[in-house]
C-alpha cells in the first residue's frame, strides 16, 4: 500500500500535465539557414533576457552592446575601462565642456555609482535602463559602479544558510 501511493502520485501529476509537453510554436518548414541568420541569433538570444530585464527603461536593446561607456562630447575620451559582473571602473578625460557617461550597464537595486571616490547620484538613462553619471565637468574623472547585497538579498542569503545548516543537522542526527 506504501508504494502504491507514490506511484499514483507520479501518474496522476504526468497525466494531469501532459499538455505542457508540447511545443508552444511548430515551424515545420524552418531550416538551419532561417533559423542562424545574425538577426534571428539576437532575437533568440534576447529572448529568455525579457523574462528578467529590469522595469527601469522603457525599452529592450536589439542589438549587442559595445561594451564600452558612451559620451556626447567628441573631446571625452577613456583612458582606462574594467568591467565585471558587480564592480565597473573607468577613467575619463573631459575636454572643452562638460559631459555625462553612460556605462554599458542596466540599472538594478544595489548599484552605487562612485565619482572620484565620492558617492555620486544615479541617473537611469530612460530608453534601455542603463546608469549613467550627472554631467561631470571638464578635467580627469574616475567613476566606479558597485553592486552591493540589498537587505532582501541578505535576508534570503541568511534563510538559505539557515536552510542548509538545518538540513545538514536533520541527516546528521
Not at 562638460?98 to 542596466?106: A, E, R
Not at 555609482?113 to 558617492?119: A, F, G, S
Request: hydrophobic residues 40%; negative net charge.
Amino acid at each position: 500500500m506504501v508504494t502504491i501511493i507514490p506511484i499514483f502520485i507520479i501518474i496522476l501529476t504526468i497525466f494531469l500535465n501532459i499538455n505542457y509537453f508540447k511545443e508552444d510554436i511548430y515551424f515545420p518548414k524552418l531550416t538551419d539557414n532561417d533559423r542562424f541568420t545574425k538577426a534571428e541569433v539576437i532575437r533568440q538570444s534576447g529572448a529568455g533576457l525579457k523574462d528578467y530585464w529590469p522595469n527601469f527603461g522603457q525599452e529592450f536593446p536589439n542589438s549587442f552592446s559595445t561594451n564600452i561607456p558612451t559620451f556626447q562630447n567628441t573631446d571625452t575620451h577613456i583612458t582606462n575601462y574594467h568591467k565585471q559582473s558587480n564592480l565597473v571602473y573607468t577613467s575619463v578625460n573631459i575636454q572643452n565642456c562638460s559631459d555625462s557617461i553612460t556605462l554599458p550597464l542596466v540599472y538594478f537595486p544595489g548599484w552605487q555609482l562612485y565619482i572620484d571616490n565620492m558617492p555620486s547620484e544615479i541617473i537611469i538613462e530612460p530608453n534601455l535602463g542603463l546608469i549613467q553619471t550627472p554631467e561631470l565637468k571638464t578635467g580627469t574623472h574616475k567613476i566606479e559602479a558597485r553592486l552591493k547585497s540589498t537587505s532582501v538579498q541578505k535576508l534570503s542569503n541568511i534563510l538559505s544558510l539557515t536552510g542548509v545548516f538545518i538540513f545538514i543537522l536533520v541527516i546528521i542526527i
